[in-house]
């Protein structure tokens, strides 16, 4: 079984999740239960399916659960993109995190592709 602590791209995506709570708590009271919790569930999605998958045995397995969190990275980005455009997030903190999810999504398509070659 692998160890999903190990892997990189967990441990940024684990980081990224911390980020985001951090952050969401200067979002308006009105949007606790809509956008933040959105992107708690997005962001947190991204290490929870890494390491779901490391708990497969096939690397068929385990791919298919960095696909999900392929998904949920590109489901944050579009959620931050979205809370810059309504200043619910300062502007240099969202493209601080958006740098951060395009590094997590490059990591996860190289380590896709790694287990599918």
């Known amino acids: 079984m692998r160890d999903y602590k190990k892997y990189l791209v967990w441990q940024k995506g684990h980081e990224l999740t911390l980020a ?21 569930r997005s962001s947190s999605s991204i290490p929870t399916n890494i390491a779901e998958g490391c708990g497969r045995k096939s690397e068929k397995d385990f791919s298919r659960f960095l696909y999900f969190a392929f998904g949920s990275a590109n489901e944050l980005e579009y959620q931050l993109l979205l809370s810059i455009e309504l200043h619910f997030i300062p ?27």
């Open 20 to 40: 985001i709570y951090k952050h969401t708590k200067t979002y308006p009271k009105e949007e606790l239960f809509n956008l933040v919790s959105q992107m708690k």
């Open 91 to 117: 502007k240099e903190i969202g493209a601080s995190l958006l740098i951060q999810v395009e590094e997590i999504k490059k990591m996860l398509n190289s380590l896709i592709q790694k287990l599918s070659s």
